[in-house]
C-alpha cells in the first residue's frame, strides 16, 4: 500500500516541477520528458502497489500468482522506459542516456527472474528500486531551478531566466 501511496505522491510532484521553473525554458522539451515521466511513472507505481493487493485478494490469497502479478505491472514503465531512451533532445547527453539504458536492462533482467522464482522479497525490492526514476527526474530539476545561470536547455524566447530565489520570492509574495 506504501508504494501506492508513494506513487500518488510523485505523481504530484510534476505540479511542483511546474511551479520551481516558470520560465520559458520550462516548455523544453527536458521539461516535458520530466513532467510526463514523473506523472507516468508515479500512477505506474500506484498501479502496481494497489494492484498487487488486489491480486492476492482476487487469487485467493495465492502469494506466488500475487507475487507474479506486481511483478508483469512493474515491467509495464520499464518497457515504456525504453522508448523514452531513445536518442534525442530529452538526451542532451549521450552517455546519462546510454548509462540509462544499462541501468534499465539490468533492472528488466532482476525482473523478468522474479516472474520466475515468485519472490516476495524481491518483489518489494523491485518496487524499491522503481522509485529511483522519479526520484531523479525530481531532483535533476530541483537542481536545474537552482542554477539559473546552467538550465538544462537554453530559452528561446530571449526572456531572461530569474534566479530561482526571485521564482520563490514571486510565489510567496504571490505574483
Not at 520560465?23 to 510526463?36: F, V
Not at 492476492?56 to 500475487?66: N, P, Q
Request: avoid cysteine.
Amino acid at each position: 500500500m506504501a508504494i501506492g501511496a508513494i506513487g500518488v505522491s510523485l505523481a504530484g510532484f510534476a505540479g511542483l516541477i511546474s511551479a520551481l521553473n516558470p520560465t520559458p525554458a520550462s516548455r523544453s522539451t527536458i521539461a516535458a520528458y520530466r513532467l510526463s515521466g514523473i506523472v507516468f511513472l508515479g500512477f505506474t507505481l500506484t498501479l502496481a502497489g494497489f494492484g498487487t493487493i488486489a491480486a492476492y485478494t482476487i487469487s485467493g490469497e495465492d502469494l506466488v500468482a500475487t507475487v507474479r502479478v506486481g511483478t508483469l505491472l512493474l515491467l509495464i514503465p520499464q518497457l515504456r522506459g525504453y522508448l523514452q531512451a531513445r536518442p534525442g533532445p530529452a538526451w542532451p547527453n549521450e552517455r546519462e542516456r546510454r548509462f540509462g539504458v544499462v541501468s534499465l536492462a539490468v533492472l528488466t533482467v532482476i525482473t523478468l527472474g522474479n516472474l520466475v522464482v515468485a519472490s516476495l522479497g524481491y518483489l518489494l525490492l523491485l518496487m524499491l528500486a522503481s522509485l529511483i526514476g522519479p526520484i531523479q527526474i525530481f531532483y535533476n530539476t530541483v537542481l536545474d531551478a537552482a542554477r539559473p545561470d546552467a538550465p538544462s536547455e537554453p530559452a528561446t524566447s530571449g526572456a531572461p531566466v530569474r534566479p530561482a530565489s526571485e521564482v520563490v520570492e514571486g510565489i510567496v509574495a504571490g505574483s
